[in-house]
């Protein structure tokens, strides 16, 4: 019952999208029409990860130690109920190490992302197919309808979301690979990056990594889904107090562990060069936080790793000053309300959660992330474009049947 109870409230908070993506988005065109393959790019939290665990320790008795098999771990939503959910973070909490300055999965826990290249791992988070979990399927089903092939052309590119590109490397020699792959089983046709949120800034790290000859033959556009180019004020709250993420019924408190162990995390704060230097993004009753002090903010709430993270990771995207080198579609929601500062109590601090203030964006990005790509309007000669909804939230604009139709456009089916 109470396992139930938990589900109905995942479905009325996991945005109500995922109802409605049985519906047909056009008609179909002939099979066969397919003019640029597509590779679909998550974002942070838009991968299956599959575990096994061989654990020296557990939390508390009720937690499995040792499994046979792999098991969904993320998102899986029978164990996220309240009772087993200090196993499932302890389980996807990462370990840094301060020397290395690498993370590790959690002792014992061995995670497997799998079936890079198809799309299964990004449509759903729940293998199960429930539907509050539905990230990309949605974009998948309707170019499908439109003449695509699963694992064909149309593929995708699961990550270890919890990191940042520092300790990705793998992933992008995967990822090129994948590139040259779909382009040669689909005739030589170049392909699209469609991307969403973290995914995004994934994407612009590699292409500022890759010649422009490379991404003149294989690429022919990126199209970018609720991008944080700048990051986002609402990753201060979650190293500093949790977050449940909109995702699923929970004390942030709870999950504060594991969401401040991802490098990615860090990587998402605010930068410097999208917010001014005397701006207060958090304040308590004995200090107040622009983005300079990011130093004594981690200090502050006894994280000092978390600055460490901030320092190994906040020069990977040059403040995405550094443009993609590719025609760039944006589009992103708008008009919704996304924290933007945080106002502590005493009482608050650094535990509970605060005072929010908010500021316009897509309800987790704020405007002036989303509105990064402007930054390389002069700085190269392939088209930028941008579009916008306005009430449509970070998450729900996988599912929007105007962004659907816009894509299919985009591409031409
Ligand atoms: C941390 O990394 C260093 C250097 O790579 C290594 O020697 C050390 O064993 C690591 N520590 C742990 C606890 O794994
Ligand atoms: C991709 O996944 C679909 C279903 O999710 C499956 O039917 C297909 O065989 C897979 N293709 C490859 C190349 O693995
Ligand atoms: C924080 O900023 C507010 C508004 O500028 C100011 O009134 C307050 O004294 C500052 N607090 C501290 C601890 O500096």
Request: a positive charge; hydrophobic letters at 35%; aromatic letters at 12%.
């Amino acid at each position: 019952m109470a396992k139930r109870q938990e589900i109905l409230k995942i479905v009325s908070l996991f945005t109500v999208f995922s109802l409605f993506t049985t519906q047909i988005f056009g008609k179909p065109t002939e099979k066969g029409a397919v003019t640029n393959p597509v590779i679909l790019v998550p974002g942070d939290g838009g991968s299956q990860f599959f575990a096994k665990l061989s654990k020296p320790s557990v939390i508390h008795y009720w937690c499995s130690q040792h499994t046979t098999a792999y098991f969904s771990l993320w998102l899986n939503l029978e164990m996220v109920s309240p009772f087993v959910l200090d196993c499932f973070v302890d389980n996807l909490r990462l370990v840094y190490n301060e020397t290395s300055r690498k993370t590790s999965n959690s002792p014992g826990v061995d995670i497997q992302i799998r079936e890079f290249g198809n799309t299964s791992s990004v449509e759903w988070l729940d293998p199960s197919q429930v539907s509050p979990t539905s990230y990309f399927s949605p974009i998948a089903n309707a170019l499908v309808k439109a003449g695509y092939q699963r694992g064909k052309s149309i593929r995708g590119a699961p990550y270890d979301f919890r990191k940042a590109p520092n300790e990705l490397q793998d992933f992008f020699v995967k990822f090129k690979a994948l590139v040259e792959d779909t382009y040669k089983i689909n005739d030589n046709k170049k392909v699209v990056f469609v991307c969403h949120s973290m995914g995004n800034v994934m994407m612009l790290y590699f292409l500022n990594q890759q010649k422009q000859s490379w991404k003149d033959k294989f690429v022919s556009s990126m199209i970018s889904l609720s991008g944080p180019w700048g990051g986002a004020a609402k990753t201060l709250r979650l190293m500093a107090s949790g977050d449940n993420l909109g995702l699923f019924v929970v004390n942030p408190f709870t999950v504060r562990p594991e969401q401040r162990s991802m490098p990615s995390s860090a990587w998402l704060l605010p930068y410097d060069n999208f917010w001014d230097k005397d701006e207060i993004v958090v304040s308590q009753p004995n200090a107040n936080y622009t983005v300079h002090d990011y130093k004594q903010f981690f200090e502050d709430i006894k994280f000092p790793n978390g600055f460490h993270m901030r320092e190994d990771t906040k020069n990977l995207l040059q403040g995405s000053e550094v443009a993609p080198g590719i025609e760039v579609h944006c589009m992103n929601g708008i008009k919704v309300q996304t924290p933007a500062s945080f106002k502590y109590s005493a009482k608050q601090w650094p535990d509970r959660q605060p005072d929010t203030i908010y500021g316009d964006g897509d309800g987790t990005v704020n405007q002036r992330s989303l509105y990064g790509f402007k930054r390389w309007q002069s700085k190269q000669k392939q088209k930028i474009t941008h579009t916008e909804y306005a009430g449509v939230d970070h998450m729900q604009i996988l599912g929007h049947d105007k962004t659907i139709a816009d894509i299919r456009d985009i591409l031409g089916v």
